[in-house]
């Protein structure tokens, strides 16, 4: 296991996951660079439309805090995105159990193998699922959450599926724009889930 900075130990090594994810990501379309400045500028101005189309259509006011920061990612971007949650998340979890259940620590070099090893496997995971994923809702970053667009996964899909790429574009944002408000039109929604995370190590 490696040290967290609050000094406990962590079971996953969440830096080299998001190495190995980033480094087994399978490749990105290609895409020149006018084509890709052009997608990040429109993905930017959809999600910029879409907070008031789905607050028109839903009546749903999402909450009075700072908003959603919105990334657009690639796929290197999303893994290591989802590596910091996942530590966020899970860091505090695998603490608890492993001081409610005395179990012994063994020593440094087992820790850092072991956690290199569960590290691995999760980037495998990630990278696996980083040319699947269009957008996500990230609630559990920061006070707002945060709002993750994979550029290089839309315009493979927009391509496979000859669709016009400013409307497919629009409908991912208006989709991920709409558990935005979920989570923060509803207060409480974002402790629930992380209380139900929690539970696992009652």
């Known amino acids: 296991m490696t040290e967290n900075a609050g000094g406990s130990a962590q079971m996953v090594d969440w830096e080299f996951a998001a190495t190995v994810g980033a480094r087994t990501a399978p490749a990105p379309p290609q895409v020149a660079a006018h084509e890709a400045e052009a997608t990040v500028r429109e993905l930017r ?32 971007g999303w893994i290591r995105a989802n590596t910091e949650s996942f530590a966020s998340l899970m860091d505090p979890v695998v603490e608890k159990l492993t001081q409610k259940r005395g179990a012994p620590r063994p020593g440094s070099v087992t820790h850092a193998v072991g ?16 040319s699947k994923v269009l957008g996500q809702f990230d609630p559990f970053h920061g006070e707002a959450g945060r709002l993750l667009l994979v550029a290089p996964n839309l315009v493979h899909l927009e391509r496979e599926l000859e669709v016009d790429p400013t409307d497919f574009r629009l409908w991912v944002c208006l989709h991920e724009e709409t558990h935005r408000v979920q989570f923060t039109a509803v207060p409480w929604m974002r402790e629930h889930l992380r209380g139900l995370v929690g539970e696992a190590s009652g």
């Open 45 to 76: 101005e959809g999600a910029r439309r879409s907070t008031d189309l789905v607050r028109d259509f839903t009546g749903l006011e999402a909450g009075g805090g700072p908003e959603a920061p919105v990334l657009v990612v690639d796929r290197p």
């Open 115 to 130: 956690s290199r090893v569960t590290g691995a496997e999760v980037g495998g995971l990630l990278s696996f699922l980083s």
